[in-house]
């Protein structure tokens, strides 16, 4: 099982998961032209993909699936409030679900979601689960639950919200009603938060932790990093943090 992100951060997030000949797109938050130049970077086109999946509705992660998705007829998974709300357009395969959904298949990848809270209509998060593997994948969310946490407790891989710091984003350049919202219970996870979520679950399998949607106002990865390898003198070594232009090399979980 691998998995590589192709750009996260608040100008556009995808992340893409492959596991016995299935390919997945998690989110679509670039233009088809710039989708298609970051899959191409990591040798995959669009028309490899299997199915693409939709957090929730918010244009950082939505932008380009309706294009996608009529351009290459690639399925397409969002819950039933996502889609109420969807920029997108029609679709010509659309499957929907709640976000306490059983977890389902798609290919050889088992998915499960969870709802998480963040300010969208239904939004979710997702495990993916393959031949006794599961990467979890927990971005854009303003505070864990107990029902966030026993999703990822048992996660091989991690891809995990650290927005901001929450000293940066006080003494940065939002505005308060925007610092409230992105540090509110809805908005998205903090450093700190990020290293009291992971201090709950079971770490030590983690073999990739990867830390992402870091804000280029709020954040930096020298500090998201020192904050999560805190938790546990093992981590620092596991640990990867995304970045919004490149994207990331594939991750392998074995």
């Known amino acids: 099982m691998r998995f590589a992100?192709?750009?996260?951060g608040s100008r556009g997030n995808a992340t893409l998961i492959q596991a016995g000949g299935t390919c997945l797109l998690l989110d679509c938050g670039f233009s088809l032209r710039e989708l298609e130049a970051r899959m191409a970077r990591l040798k995959l086109r669009p028309d490899s993909l299997d199915a693409v999946l939709v957090t929730h509705e918010h244009g950082d992660h939505i932008k380009g699936v309706g294009p996608l998705a009529r351009k290459y007829g690639t399925p397409v998974w969002m819950t039933h409030g996502t889609w109420r709300n969807a920029p997108c357009g029609d679709v010509p395969e659309l499957q929907l679900f709640g976000s306490h959904t059983p977890a389902f298949q798609v290919g050889e990848i088992q998915?499960?979601?969870?709802a998480v809270p963040h300010d969208a209509r239904e939004p979710t998060q997702f495990t993916?689960?393959?031949?006794?593997?599961?990467?979890g994948i927990l971005t854009d969310t303003g505070s864990f639950t107990p029902h966030v946490l026993d999703a990822v407790a048992d996660v091989d891989g991690l891809l995990l919200e650290c927005n901001h710091d929450v000293r940066m984003?006080?003494?940065g350049p939002y505005p308060p009603r925007l610092q409230a919202r992105v540090g509110g219970d809805y908005g998205h996870l903090s450093n700190d938060q990020a290293a009291a979520l992971l201090s709950h679950i079971?770490?030590?399998?983690?073999?990739?932790?990867?830390?992402g949607h870091l804000s280029e106002q709020n954040n930096c990865p020298k500090l998201a990093r020192r904050t999560l390898a805190a938790v546990s003198q093992d981590l620092d070594a596991r640990i990867s943090v995304l970045e919004q232009a490149g994207g990331s090399d594939w991750f392998r979980l074995a």
């Open 5 to 8: 992100s192709l750009g996260s």
């Open 111 to 114: 998915v499960r979601p969870f």
């Open 128 to 135: 993916f689960s393959h031949d006794g593997l599961t990467l």
């Open 169 to 171: 984003l006080r003494d």
């Open 202 to 211: 079971h770490h030590q399998r983690l073999q990739h932790l990867v830390l």
